[in-house]
């Protein structure tokens, strides 16, 4: 498991970053039915997760979300948007897990 904390700005909330590189296929291209269900559980753990502190994914899951993250084409090099790539390519072990440890 992953943890990936809500870091946001106002201009950039980690939901919605996720939402966006989760639902928007690259440019030019389709989503097959493979892609809709590994972006899928992205997607509705995002749901499940959206009132919390920040997102739980399965390790496959997260891989998914990391690889889709860097062949994302953005708009923009914001730091702020930045700081929100950062924490979703370099989640860490959940919290509790931690704690444990």
């Given at each position: 498991m992953k943890f990936i904390p809500y870091t946001s700005s106002d201009r950039f909330p980690a939901v919605e970053v996720?939402?966006?590189?989760?639902?928007?296929?690259?440019?030019?291209?389709g989503v097959r039915y493979d892609e809709i269900i590994k972006r899928g559980r992205i997607l509705d753990a995002l749901e499940r997760d959206a009132k919390k502190d920040g997102l739980m994914l399965e390790d496959a899951d997260h891989a998914h979300l990391v690889t889709l993250v860097k062949a994302f084409d953005f708009s923009t090099a914001d730091s702020d948007l930045r700081h929100v790539l950062i924490a979703i390519v370099d989640a860490v072990d959940p919290p509790a897990a931690r704690a444990v440890a």
């Open positions: 996720i939402r966006g590189v989760a639902t928007v296929p690259p440019k030019g291209t």
